[in-house]
């Protein structure tokens, strides 16, 4: 079955940087297209960046465009979330989902704090 495990997530500085990985299993990664959402408290899960599957092509929400940095390594089967100049605002549970399949992973979360 289509598995998903986010890491990287942590506590971290406004202006600070983190990576988040995707681990995936159960589907053929490379043909599927990937995309990173976050779940602010009290607040709907929205998309914050999608790539294709085979990385020729990326997309960002317009609070993070020029920030973060999303990209994919098929013979590993994962997909990156480079976060740079992060804000109080970046704050949530971050999560890896194809945009074409149901499954989730349990998010990793992000806390930018002083």
């Known amino acids: 079955q289509v598995q998903l495990v986010e890491s990287g997530g942590g506590l971290v500085q406004p202006g600070g940087s983190l990576s988040l990985s995707c681990a995936a299993s159960?589907?053929?990664?490379?043909?599927?297209?990937m995309a990173w959402y976050r779940q602010a408290p009290g607040m709907e899960r929205v998309l914050v960046a999608s790539?294709?599957?085979?990385?020729?092509?990326?997309n960002y929400s317009g609070s993070v465009k020029g920030r973060f940095t999303i990209s994919r390594d098929n013979a590993k089967s994962t997909v990156y979330l480079q976060m740079n100049s992060l804000k109080y605002e970046d704050t949530a549970v971050y999560f890896c989902?194809?945009?074409?399949?149901?499954?989730w992973g349990q998010g990793t979360q992000v806390t930018v704090s002083s």
């Open positions: 989902k194809s945009p074409e399949l149901h499954t």
């Open positions: 159960g589907f053929i990664f490379s043909g599927y297209p």
């Open positions: 790539i294709s599957s085979t990385g020729g092509s990326t």
